[in-house]
């Protein structure tokens, strides 16, 4: 019911006001434009955004497979149409501000791809698209050894399951294995007024081990069913363990809110130093819904493994 009400709402309403959105047409394509500042009521203040279209082509195609439609294709294909025109192969170095958020596009497309039947009219060109994307990024990664992303992580573990090809896999492997070198490091740290087990320097010290790690844990999980590495599953599972005890809103433990209702109690919220960073004292749905991702895909990780046996951490960590 719920996918099919978020569907009817994409493909029946040029403009979606929830979202600050609304969908513009043009030579077959279409375009999402969404405001640059929220809350400014102005309605020409707006541009087109190669993430959040590629998200919307993701939910679309998501809730019609979910569904067993097929009605939604032909607006999936004039929104992949709008992608390539507002991000076409030229402008991605021109246009590239982050890794992560180039890399949250590649997700998205990565995961429509895999819910579109190879005789959607454009399967083959989202395939094209997609390779080609996947290679700038790569280059983009080797470049510099700092990027890093949870979507890079998730678009990795997406794009590994759904080919059947050894030397693609190989590949994405290799990469995947970068990701947890990189989130790792070579050294070691305590978790800081965390759990009494040491776990693995890199990016994760720079963040904190004490902090909110929902984020990364979304595509560290999904690596963990590609490596079936036993370090990277313990930590995971001791991160996870710490954001459900430290982050998540209970009667003993209300986080920024004094008093929560009843109906807030089991969310997730952001640890001092982002909400300050945000300037905010507020749940948003994300700081649950990563929290929920990551736990849902680390819970399928582990049905996928019988046992872990470990020899010891790895000397090269």
């Known amino acids: ?82 992608l390539s025109t507002i991000y076409p192969e030229e402008m991605w170095k021109k246009s590239f501000t982050s890794f992560h958020r180039s890399a949250m596009t590649w997700e998205s497309l990565a995961v429509t791809a895999l819910h579109i039947g190879k005789d959607s009219s454009f399967h083959k060109d989202l395939e094209e698209y997609l390779q080609r994307f996947e290679i700038f990024l790569r280059d983009t990664w080797e470049e510099n050894k700092e990027h890093w992303s949870f979507a890079s992580a998730r678009a990795l573990a997406v794009r590994w399951f759904s080919t059947k090809k050894k030397k693609e896999r190989v590949k994405l492997k290799q990469w995947a294995v970068e990701h947890v070198d990189r989130f790792l490091g070579r050294s070691h740290v305590h978790l800081t007024d965390g759990p009494n087990d040491r776990i693995s320097q890199g990016i994760l010290a720079r963040i904190g081990g004490s902090r909110y790690t929902c984020g990364p844990l979304q595509g560290l999980a999904s690596l963990a069913a590609i490596l079936k590495d036993a370090e990277l599953i313990q930590v995971v599972l001791q991160l996870m363990e710490k954001d459900i005890t430290r982050y998540q809103i209970q009667e003993s433990n209300p986080g920024p809110i004094r008093k929560p209702p009843a109906d807030l109690l089991g969310a997730f919220y952001r640890d001092d130093d982002q909400l300050q960073l945000e300037h905010r004292k507020t749940l948003r749905i994300d700081d649950t819904a990563m929290c929920l991702i990551a736990i849902t895909h680390m819970l399928e990780t582990l049905t996928s493994i019988k046992s872990v046996v470990v020899d010891g951490a790895r000397e090269d960590l």
């Open 1 to 82: 019911e719920i996918a099919e009400k978020h569907l009817g709402r994409l493909l029946r309403s040029p403009e979606i006001p929830e979202l600050a959105m609304k969908l513009q047409k043009m030579s077959g394509a279409s375009i999402f434009l969404v405001r640059k500042e929220p809350d400014t009521g102005d309605t020409g203040d707006m541009d087109a955004s190669p993430a959040i279209q590629a998200s919307m082509l993701m939910a679309a195609v998501r809730c019609g497979q979910a569904l067993g439609q097929k009605q939604h294709l032909d607006d999936a294909e004039s929104w992949f149409l709008g």
